[in-house]
């Protein structure tokens, strides 16, 4: 069978990817920029890549006309840029309207549950690119999930975050909001389950784990898991605004995401009765058991896809390759080499790099420059990196984006995610004669940006030399 996956870069595609793979499929990913996913870790011959907008008609012409089906997973709710909603349309009916020129014999879509009259933004958006999409010439599935439990994911990370970090949480009234999580693992298995299942042609199903809980409850249950004593007291005077800076300061979300969730988060999302599960026969995993199904990801370092995985820069999310040549002209670099030992245990220590690692000289620097970047409005250090020794291009890495991560040529190259009054890239190379050269290059907009660099000069001299010392040495 042949499947057309959008959205093949974010957290549930990547996660169907291997699954639709192992179950005989041919996929086609669609990507909007190709440097951004790796193939070879999938190693199937089944698998094909092509490069497509939704946003941009002009570039859908490259899809398959002999596709059977295919996956809609195109969300934007991390995004900043304000009019997500209006991108969301756009997006699908650009979809629509080519998939509904090929052979397609099922389109399915993974929604938001949607049982509230008074939806959030967030979630009227989910349901306007539904109703796009069932307009289309073909058998629409919608599968709408509510909380998605699972290593890496955006709901299970700032319930961890919250948790481990605050023995005492004074929180806003939406925590008494009811909710139904679903674990990963079952959302995976509704998606692939219901592939040509004729008797889901053009329905929708909410899907959802065997609990219903309160926010408050989630924490809680989550503590209990991790053997944590936890209070919580909710307080009626914390504004929507309020809530999303709480959470945007707590965890490692951005501030567009902590908005759309805090908006989602007043609506209760409980699954209306079906057989669907029945149907496929898949056993609901409860609430508890996905966060232990998650923690043991982590502990096994086996983090197939993370929430980070989406862009926040609004510069990068029309394509990263076009930032992979690092510009030379009006630019602003530090520049260091040194002489190694051991060019493969260097390379190790570079693919280490930040997250628990750190930045191996003065992490201390580099948490305050996080934690003003947060003050901005930035992604700060929190976000860490998805796994402990493994990098790809696209991968969130702390404050940076990573461009390129080449380990046949030996170079890392990152791009700055924080808030700056220009554009900052670091790169780190070892040449064929055991060298490593390490470049930070700022391009600054204007004369802040001039000022910005002068006034950190003073302090780049030590943290970069103590860096590049660091990781030759260690």
Request: aromatic share 10%; hydrophobic share 40%.
């Amino acid at each position: 069978m042949k499947i057309l996956l959008t959205g093949a870069t974010g957290y549930i595609a990547q996660r169907l990817l291997p699954v639709l793979l192992g179950q005989g499929h041919e996929v086609t990913c669609c990507v909007r920029d190709r440097i951004r996913f790796n193939p070879e870790k999938f190693r199937s011959t089944a698998l094909s890549v092509i490069e497509a907008d939704f946003l941009k008609k002009e570039t859908l012409k490259i899809i398959p006309a002999d596709i059977d089906v295919a996956y809609y997973l195109i969300h934007s709710m991390s995004a900043s840029a304000g009019n997500f909603e209006k991108l969301e349309e756009i997006s699908a009916t650009n979809f629509r309207d080519i998939i509904q020129q090929t052979k397609v014999r099922q389109v399915i879509y993974l929604s938001g549950i949607v049982n509230d009259e008074k939806l959030s933004k967030h979630l009227k958006s989910r349901k306007n690119v539904e109703n796009v999409l069932a307009s289309g010439l073909y058998p629409l599935t919608t599968l709408r999930a509510g909380i998605i439990i699972g290593s890496g994911s955006a709901s299970f990370e700032i319930i961890r975050d919250l948790v481990e970090k605050l023995p005492v949480m004074v929180a806003p009234r939406w925590l008494n909001t009811s909710s139904q999580p679903i674990a990963i693992r079952n959302v995976i298995e509704f998606l692939s389950g219901v592939l040509l299942k004729k008797e889901t042609f053009s329905k929708s199903y909410d899907i959802g784990g065997p609990d219903i809980l309160t926010y408050k409850q989630m924490l809680m249950r989550y503590a209990r898991v991790r053997g944590l004593r936890r209070w919580i007291g909710i307080v009626p005077v914390m504004t929507p605004k309020l809530s999303s800076y709480w959470l945007y300061f707590i965890t490692s979300t951005s501030y567009s995401l902590a908005q759309n969730l805090v908006d989602s988060m007043k609506v209760e999302v409980v699954c209306k009765e079906n057989n669907l599960h029945d149907i496929l026969g898949i056993t609901p995993v409860s609430y508890e058991d996905a966060i232990k199904e998650a923690f043991e990801k982590m502990e096994m370092n086996q983090v197939a896809s993370t929430w980070k995985d989406a862009l926040t820069s609004d510069t990068l999310r029309y394509g990263i390759s076009r930032y992979a040549e690092v510009p030379v002209h009006g630019c602003f670099r530090d520049y260091r080499k040194i002489k190694t030992d051991d060019s493969e245990r260097v390379l190790r220590n570079i693919w280490s790099i930040g997250g628990e690692t750190g930045w191996y000289y003065g992490n201390w620097l580099w948490g305050i420059r996080g934690f003003i970047d947060k003050l901005f409005g930035g992604v700060g250090l929190r976000r860490g990196r998805k796994s402990q020794n493994e990098i790809s291009p696209g991968d969130a890495l702390d404050f940076w984006r990573v461009l390129i991560a080449d380990k046949t040529e030996k170079r890392l190259l990152l791009y700055a995610e924080m808030k700056l009054p220009g554009e900052a890239w670091l790169e780190f190379k070892i040449d064929s004669n055991n060298y490593l050269h390490q470049t930070a290059t700022f391009r600054p907009l204007g004369l802040w940006g001039r000022i910005y660099w002068y006034t950190v000069s003073p302090l780049h001299y030590f943290v970069f030399r103590g860096m590049i010392n660091r990781i030759a040495k260690t």
